[in-house]
């Protein structure tokens, strides 16, 4: 979360940490990151009854790692259920059929963009950074795509909704143009 204020600092934007129902209800964006396990952060959230005030959030969100796959609707870790605004059920990885692939996927990879309105179609083919375990499988809402061990979600998108497996705080300037770009949603 800190990394995730400190990139909003650099490009300009005003920000607070929160898990107060107001502040996130009366906030113009809201920014779900984290990094950790499923059933513990889905436990948080359903004891603090934020998963309900997520889904009925109409202000622009931007789901981050942990927090694009807690927006689908289950997880293969924990077996847990989870938000459920994507219609996607996240997966761990398999590598038995390349085992040279280490799990986690951590480091740069490259996003094939489609169209859509956070991600820019001049970043196709940019290198954006990961450290994850679990994927979304491509479907209707992916709006880019990176490959390791299979082809997966690198973002997504619904409504007022978008998510990101890639670390925006931690990809460079292309990192900081996507949070710029949904800081102008």
Request: proline share 5%; with cysteine; hydrophobic share 40%.
């Amino acid at each position: 979360m800190f990394s995730v204020l400190c990139a909003l600092r650099r490009i300009g934007a005003d920000s607070v940490i929160t898990d107060n129902p107001e502040e996130i209800a009366a906030a113009d964006k809201v920014i779900f990151p984290g990094v950790g396990e499923a059933s513990t952060a889905m436990r948080y959230l359903t004891e603090h009854r934020l998963d309900e005030l997520i889904k009925g959030l109409r202000q622009p969100v931007l789901g981050i790692c942990i927090g694009l796959q807690l927006l689908c609707r289950s997880s293969e870790e924990g077996n847990t259920k989870c938000i459920g605004i994507f219609d996607v059920d996240v997966k761990r990885f398999d590598n038995k059929e390349k085992p040279e692939l280490k799990i986690p996927q951590m480091g740069w990879n490259t996003i094939e963009v489609k169209p859509n309105r956070l991600i820019e179609p001049k970043l196709d083919g940019s290198y954006v950074y990961f450290v994850h375990s679990y994927y979304a499988p491509l479907s209707k809402y992916t709006i880019a795509v990176t490959d390791y061990i299979q082809p997966y979600s690198a973002a997504l998108h619904r409504d007022n909704f978008f998510a990101t497996q890639f670390h925006p705080e931690k990809s460079g300037s292309v990192g900081e143009i996507i949070l710029k770009k949904f800081m102008e949603l």
